[in-house]
Structures are given as C-alpha cells and as structure tokens.
C-alpha cells in the first residue's frame, strides 16, 4: 500500500468495518499478489524458501497446480471463497466463465472492479447456493475454503447445483485426527471421506502437496518473529514509555489475550512440523458416484 493510497484505505475501513477480515487485509497489502491461498513450492526447494517475491511465484505455480485438476476444455465455474478475485480472474483468463461467492463486501467490491467479467454474488455458500440456478455449473471450486463449509448444509447443494457430470475441486488442509479436528474451522479427513461416500460422492483422484506448501509455514514463521513480534514491541515499548499508567491498566488483558489467544495458534498448527503431522493438505476432485461408474 502506498501512502497516498491510505487515506481511501481508512474510508473502506469505515465503510466495511463489520465486513472486514484484519488478516486478509494484511495479507493482501504485503504480498499484493492478488491470492490469499499457501503457495506450491517444488520439493526441490523446500529447505530454501526465499523472500516474498518467491512466494507470490510459489502462489501462482499453486494456482496453476490447482487448476491442472480440471477436466480439459472450458466450463461454467463457481468459485466458492473467491478471495480476492485473482483466481476467479486467471479462470476467465483461460476461457472459463466463473461465478464468484464470497461473504464478504470489501472482497465482492474488489473482484467486481478488478475481475469484472467474473459474476458476484456475496453471502455464505450455504445461503447464495440455494439462489443459483440449478445443473448451472460443471465445477465447484474451493481453493482452502472448504475448511469453513458446514458440510451436512453444503454437500446436498453439490447435486442441485452441478451439471450431469459436475466435479467438485477442492484445495484444503484436513485433521488427521479428532484432537486436532475443531481447532478453528477444520474438517476430519476421515469424517469428511465417510460423509461424502454416505452422501454418494466418489473421490475420483487425489493429490497430497503437504510437503509442497510447508514453506510458506516457514516464511510466515520468519516474518512473524524477524518483523511482526519486534514491531509490535516497539509499539507497546512506546505506549509504555508515553502512556505508563494506562498500560498498566491494559497489561493484565493484554497477556491474557496474548498468551491464551496469541501463542496457542503461534505455537500450534502454524509451526511446520506441527502441521505435517497433524494436517493433509489435498487437492481432491470428486462427483457423483453415479456419473463417476457412468
């Protein structure tokens, strides 16, 4: 973000203020790739994970590596948590058309303005799928959205929405076990494989890139502890030293929230050998398993 950009910032913030995702718009001002999603990162360089500039590369060779898991040719697309719209966009770039979902404003406002041959429509999945015409769709996408899916609300969307032989794509971390399962929005891989086979869906292929995307665990890592935890240091250091009895009076919250907040998500999931193993990160394809013994 530039300077002279900031003061239209604050206004959006006003504007959206209960719409906002605080994190999303840190990752899309620093990164400023147009994707919120992990990166892909070849085996081969796992150990060596580069700077931000390789990261937004890792996030397109993800996107291209999502994407390869189409069927060939063209097709009416939803993307479901579009983000900021740079996905939906890379779609329509290759022929697609694409319908776009997401629940939040700000993100709507940006896809319309910046990606408009992409439809929009804002809202939960859950809620703006019952709107859309039904069979309208070869493809539902979920580029690490499907996390958040309440599933006993948005598996029976899949028959009403998708074409005779629609596929549903997904791109999504899954718990390997129930411990680890309920930590924020995650789904057990073998509660979600059992639900999908009672439901009649097939996973028709598979693909584990967990070690591919371990690097950007590493990298936000080192950006949190080379940048984000001295700087705010420095802050509190100031409003210590400018404001002491107020910070008094703050202190109590603010290590309470740090250290039953903060440290157990820092210290959790995010740390790369945690994730690995804990965590699958898949791309699966699945559909109907009467289209798929068709």
Known sequence: ????????????????????????????????????????????????????????????????????????????????????????????????????????????????????AVTVKQGLFQDVGQTLDPKAYDVILFSESFRYMPLDRVMPLFSRLLSENGRVLIGDWFAQSRATHGRGHDHHEATFREM???RGWTIVSERDITQNILPTLTIAQEILCGLYLPLAGLVLSKFAQKRPKLFRLCLPWMTRWIERKLLPQLTGRFEPAVFAQDYRYLFLVIKSSDAAAA
């Open 196 to 198: 999908a086979q009672s």
């Open 1 to 116: 973000m530039r300077p002279l950009e900031f003061p239209d910032f604050l206004r959006r913030l006003d504007k959206h203020h209960k719409a906002l995702d605080p994190m999303h718009l840190m990752y899309d001002n620093v990164l400023q790739s147009g994707y919120l999603h992990f990166g892909y990162w070849p085996t081969e360089h796992t150990d060596q994970p580069g700077v931000l500039g390789q990261f937004c590369q890792a996030q397109e060779r993800f996107a291209n590596e999502l994407l390869a898991c189409l069927p060939p040719g063209t097709h009416r697309v939803l993307d479901v948590g579009a983000g900021m719209g740079r996905l939906a966009g890379e779609m329509i770039a290759r022929g697609h058309r694409v319908t776009a979902v997401t629940p939040s404003s700000v993100q709507a406002e940006h896809i319309a303005t910046h990606y408009p």
